[in-house]
């Protein structure tokens, strides 16, 4: 069965400041890898995913995260962060040709500071 | 294009009260359906989830049940809800292997307190 980890519980960092969240999966067969964002008492939104193909995947908010087969990682990127980033991150992950269902690790709040 | 909708929003209900979430999802059809619970730090569980009318899969053991009696239309009841209950529940749709897609798109969720 396929787990997903999300190493950091929370993340503070300064506006305008890079940003790493990281997210570790495992497996046993290829898999689809997702990243959610979700804002204070609402419902989770899609911010990207990889099924196949390219990589390096981009959303249209400027956020990025790159499927790393090797290292089993998808760790979501930002070069500068604005304070309306703020709001939690999740990593799901589904396998392919697998059950339909989405493993999510346990999210990561990311907080922007002026 | 779809949307999902959830309601109530909120809802505040006394220990060993009946419950009832509803949950409907408009331009398209024959979704998998989902119900989630995302308690304060403990990220999201999947509760039920459904492919058809009628076939409903339980993930935790608990006094909750679901049904889907309409093709985009997924109920979750309980009979007498525990403290526990307490949370933020999702619905969630996907096209799922037929429709080419394994992503969610998640309702706007309902807050619920059990007091």
Redesign the interface.
């Known amino acids: 069965a396929q787990s997903v980890t999300q190493l950091d519980s929370q993340v503070p960092v300064f506006e305008e400041a890079p940003v790493e969240l990281r997210c570790n999966y495992s497996s046993s067969v290829s898999v689809?890898l997702?990243w959610?964002v979700q804002y204070p008492?609402?419902?989770?939104?899609?911010l990207l995913?990889y099924?196949s193909g390219s990589t390096l995947v981009e959303s249209i908010n400027g956020f990025e995260a790159e499927f790393n087969k090797s290292q089993t990682s998808f760790h979501l990127r930002k070069p500068s962060v604005h304070i309306s980033d703020t709001a939690e991150y999740?990593c799901a992950v589904?396998e392919k040709?697998g059950s339909?269902?989405?493993v999510?690790?346990?999210?990561t709040k990311l907080t922007v500071n002026p | 294009s779809q949307t999902i909708h959830q309601w109530p929003a909120t809802l505040v209900q006394p220990v060993g009260s009946p419950l009832s979430l509803e949950c409907t999802v408009e331009g398209t059809s024959n979704p998998?359906l989902?119900w989630y619970r995302q308690a304060a730090g403990?990220?999201?569980q999947?509760l039920f989830?459904s492919?058809g009318i009628g076939q409903i899969s339980s993930e935790v053991p608990q006094n909750l049940s679901a049904s889907r009696p309409q093709d985009r239309q997924f109920i979750l009841s309980s009979k007498k809800l525990l403290l526990s209950d307490s949370g933020?529940y999702?619905c969630?749709w996907?096209l799922?292997?037929a429709g080419g897609g394994?992503?969610?798109?998640?309702?706007?969720?309902t807050?619920l307190t059990v007091t």
Request: hydrophobic fraction near 35%.
């Open positions: 689809y997702f959610y008492n609402q419902g989770l939104q899609l995913k099924l999740f589904s040709g339909e269902k989405l999510f690790g346990k999210g | 998998n989902y403990r990220g999201l999947l989830y492919v933020f999702l969630a996907a799922g292997q394994y992503e969610q798109y998640f309702g706007p969720g807050r």
